[in-house]
Nanobody, 120 residues
């Protein structure tokens, strides 16, 4: 089994910054893509940013230029640096990772979610 543990959420004023972390542990052979999704009340869960094992990144248009995703492969950890936060960024943020338990098998795992609230 694999666990994803997120940290770093909280309450921040508009224009502020937060850094989310997500550490994977358990039966891990390797990790392919990792990413962050978010879900606001009454809305679907949407991709915020993703990063491949080689470091290629992809961002939702709404966060380009403000958010930066990165990863530390040695620590099986992915980060999301969020700057210039807006009230519309308020949501529960979920970590996602495509994990190989062996060379023949892989599956996606989700973290438990961390609340980010942007409000004055």
């Amino acid at each position: 089994q694999v666990q994803l543990v997120e940290s770093g959420g909280g309450l921040v004023q508009p224009g502020g910054s937060l850094r989310l972390s997500c550490a994977a542990s358990g039966s891990i052979f390797s990790i392919n893509a990792m990413g962050w999704y978010r879900q606001a009340p009454g809305k679907q869960r949407d991709l915020v940013a993703s990063i491949t094992s080689g470091g290629s990144t992809n961002y939702a248009d709404s966060v380009k230029g403000r958010f930066t995703i990165s990863r530390d492969n040695a620590k099986n950890t992915v980060y999301l640096q969020m700057n210039s936060l807006k009230p519309e960024d308020t949501a529960v943020y979920y970590c996602n990772a495509n994990v190989r338990a062996s060379i023949l098998s892989s599956r996606a795992y989700w973290g438990q979610g961390t609340q980010v609230t942007v409000s004055s």
